[in-house]
């Protein structure tokens, strides 16, 4: 079964669950057949609750601690989010039946979001203005840790250079040719000279994806993809300025022309300290979940290969205060307090531009070894046993309590809407996205064809 048909799959099964317990469902939205949203109550506060279900290519694998795949070469969920979608799912219908029994006002809405891996599917849903009027959005996110934090994340664009030359024979008549590759290459150059005169925390990314059919012909078409990550939206569009200046220098070195098309773009995420003070403390009063010897035993299987000294510096990385206190534990379970306020985080989210739109925060919980890199089997075999089931369970627990906190207690959600008042004071939210840009459906599913595991 492909990638693109495993989506559909799941936000079928989400949202019929939902619509079971309910919940008016709204199928299709933003021109993505797998997203949704599902309502329950009337008026405001309106409290969503995201929830995303799609895979990665190649990473199918059993629940057992040795790689050992279910098909091979097929998607599995390497990001834990069959997790992620589930424990939304969980908190919506808890919420639900907490508002029902006890006569709460307001409305519990989830996002069923689709593409996060791949396409920014939250994107589409928030330039169509599917988050216009939520008061609050609580999402959670599979992870090494039980925490909710406060940093933030790079802003993100992706762009792909077209370069357009003349083909000639590449001994014969090389002089009457006009080389799309060279021109690929000197903006490489440029950019890759560029990097000394950005920010510090700016990245630039690119490969070649197209460089001609083989070397005695000139290459009259070739293509680059670059990501231009910073930490604020501003910042970006200033280095994207710069790249694009080398771009034409590359077309004056050779002769040729080069058009952009731009791919998604995700803003940074803007954090919310009373949000996650709310999830913190419901987190404590629920309770981490704690583990037996043979999950222990499950876990250290599977991260035998990675030396103390690669959790040192993967612990470092982490820049937790208290990281040396984990260098003998195996699976976080304890509640840890948000350690990165004023840090900017290297990746880029979707959920960043729910976070300009209305007050948002992506908690983690334990759902994989500390150690664990995540976008592997290693995560795919922890997600699929009682470790990530445990992380689920008190994951979709949290996510209701908090809810339920912002739909009865006016002071809470006064004060998280206050902050993101505060935060978003001189900042204005435009979409990443071109006006006229759709879903790209036929390349989802072009890609998605690509993975089909081998009969």
């Known amino acids: ?119 920014g599917g939250k994107l589409f849903m928030v330039r169509d203005g599917f988050f216009d009027d939520v008061n609050a959005v609580l999402s959670h996110h599979p992870n090494s840790w039980n925490s909710a934090l406060i940093g933030s994340s790079n802003a993100i664009k992706s762009y792909k250079f077209h370069f357009y030359g003349k083909s000639a024979h590449a001994a014969g008549s090389p002089e009457l040719g006009r080389c799309a590759l060279d021109a690929v290459e000197l903006m490489n150059i440029g950019v890759n000279f560029l990097r000394e005169h950005i920010i510090d925390k700016a990245r630039i990314h690119y490969v070649i994806q197209q460089g001609g059919t083989q070397p005695n012909i000139v290459p009259e078409y070739a293509r680059s993809w670059y990501f231009v990550r910073a930490p604020e939206m501003e910042q970006l569009e200033q280095i994207y300025q710069r790249i694009l200046k080398i771009a034409d220098g590359a077309d004056l070195m050779t002769g040729t022309t080069h058009t952009i098309e731009q791919e998604i773009g995700c803003h940074n995420v803007i954090p919310n ?14 309770g981490a979940p704690q583990y037996d010897a043979k999950e222990i035993q499950f876990s250290k299987t599977i991260i035998q290969d990675i030396t103390l000294e690669e959790k040192r510096m993967m612990l470092q990385a982490l820049k937790h205060p208290q990281w040396e206190k984990f260098m003998d534990v195996t699976l976080c379970n304890t509640v840890e307090d948000p350690w990165d306020e004023g840090i900017v985080w290297p990746s880029s989210t979707d959920v960043g531009d729910v976070s300009w739109k209305a007050p948002a925060l992506e908690f983690n919980t334990t759902t994989s070894a500390i150690v664990d890199p995540f976008h592997s089997w290693r995560t ?27 739909l009865t207690k006016p002071e809470a959600l006064k004060k998280v809407q206050g902050e993101f008042k505060h935060r978003m004071k001189d900042k204005t939210y435009k979409s990443p996205l071109p006006a006229d840009m759709k879903p790209p459906h036929d390349l989802a599913r072009k890609q998605a064809e690509s993975y089909k595991p081998p009969k």
């Not at 329950?40 to 190649?58: C, N, Q, S, V």
């Not at 913190?280 to 629920?286: D, F, K, L, S």
């Not at 990530?388 to 339920?404: M, Q, V």
């Open 273 to 286: 300290k009373q949000l996650s003070a709310l999830i913190v403390a419901n987190m404590r009063e629920i």
């Open 1 to 119: 079964m492909l990638n693109w048909d495993l989506e559909f799959k799941s936000a079928a099964l989400l949202a019929d669950t939902l619509e079971e317990h309910g919940f008016q469902v709204q199928r299709g939205i933003a021109d993505m057949p797998t997203a949704f949203i599902a309502n329950y109550g009337k008026g405001h506060p309106i409290i969503g609750i995201m929830g995303e279900y799609d895979a990665l290519p190649g990473l199918s694998q059993k629940a057992v601690p040795t790689k050992e795949p279910v098909i091979e070469g097929a998607p599995g969920h390497g990001c834990g989010h069959n997790i992620h979608g589930t424990s939304g799912l969980g908190g919506a219908i808890a919420t639900k039946i907490a508002m029902a029994e006890n006569d709460i006002k307001g409305t519990i809405r989830f996002y069923g979001t689709p593409a996060e891996e791949n396409y």
């Open 380 to 406: 795919v075999a922890h997600c699929g046993m009682s470790i990530g089931h445990k992380s689920l369970i008190f994951s979709a627990k949290t996510l209701a309590t908090t809810a339920l906190d912002l």
